[in-house]
C-alpha cells in the first residue's frame, strides 16, 4: 500500500482524481442505477470520501477504490431502494385493508341508519309523508307537488316543515344524533 500525500492546502490529487475519473464513475453507477440524478450523487459521495480521509491517504490503486466506493454505494442506494418500496408496498396493503374495512363498516351502519330512516318516515302521518316523499325523493318543488295534491303551495310547505319536525323529534328521541345530521345533510332543511 503506497501512502499518498496530499500538498498541504492544496487539494491537487482529488481535483486530479476528479478530472480524471468523474465521468467514467458516473457511467459506472448508471450501470447499476437507471437514474441520473442518484448516479451523480454517489461519484459525489465517492469523492467526498477521499476528501474526508485527511491528508494522508492510503489507497494502493486510486482508481480502484474510487471505483469500488461507487460500486458499494450502488449497491447499498439499490438495497435502500428495496427496502423503502417494501415498505411502501406494505403500508399501502394495510391502508388497503382499514378503508374496505372501514368501507364495510360504514355500509353496514349506512344500511341500519336507513332502516331506521325507512321506518321514522313510514310512521309519519299520511298528510305528512306524501309531501314530504315527493320532496326529498322525487326532487318535486313545492310548486310541482302543490298543483299534484292540489294543495295551496303554503299547505305543502307547513306540511313538509311539520314533517321535517316530526322526523328530527323521532330521530333524536332514537338516540340517532349522527344520523340526524347525516339525514340533514342529505335532505337538507331538517
Given at each position: 500500500m503506497t501512502k499518498l500525500k496530499r500538498p498541504q492546502g492544496s487539494n491537487l490529487l482529488l481535483e486530479h482524481a476528479f478530472r480524471q475519473y468523474h465521468a467514467p464513475l458516473y457511467f459506472y453507477a448508471l450501470k447499476f442505477i437507471d437514474d441520473n440524478d442518484h448516479a451523480k450523487d454517489i461519484v459525489?459521495?465517492?469523492f467526498l470520501s477521499?476528501?474526508?480521509s485527511g491528508d494522508e491517504i492510503q489507497i494502493e490503486?486510486?482508481?480502484a477504490y474510487l471505483f469500488r466506493t461507487v460500486r458499494n454505494n450502488c449497491l447499498n442506494h439499490i438495497k435502500h431502494t428495496l427496502v423503502t418500496s417494501e415498505f411502501a408496498q406494505t403500508e399501502k396493503e394495510r391502508i388497503s385493508r382499514e378503508i374496505?374495512?372501514?368501507d364495510t363498516h360504514q355500509t353496514l351502519v349506512e344500511k341500519e341508519l336507513q332502516e331506521?330512516?325507512?321506518e321514522a318516515i313510514s310512521a309519519l302521518p299520511e298528510k305528512y309523508k306524501v309531501p314530504f316523499q315527493l320532496s326529498r325523493f322525487d326532487e318535486l318543488s313545492n310548486k310541482e307537488i302543490a298543483?299534484?295534491?292540489d294543495l295551496p303551495v303554503r299547505t305543502v310547505e307547513t306540511q313538509i316543515y311539520r314533517a321535517l319536525k316530526i322526523l328530527r323529534e323521532d330521530l333524536i328521541n332514537k338516540g340517532l344524533i349522527l344520523f340526524q345530521f347525516l339525514f340533514q345533510k342529505k335532505y337538507k332543511n331538517l
Open positions: 459525489q459521495d465517492a477521499l476528501l474526508k490503486n486510486l482508481k374496505n374495512f372501514y331506521k330512516l325507512t298543483e299534484k295534491l
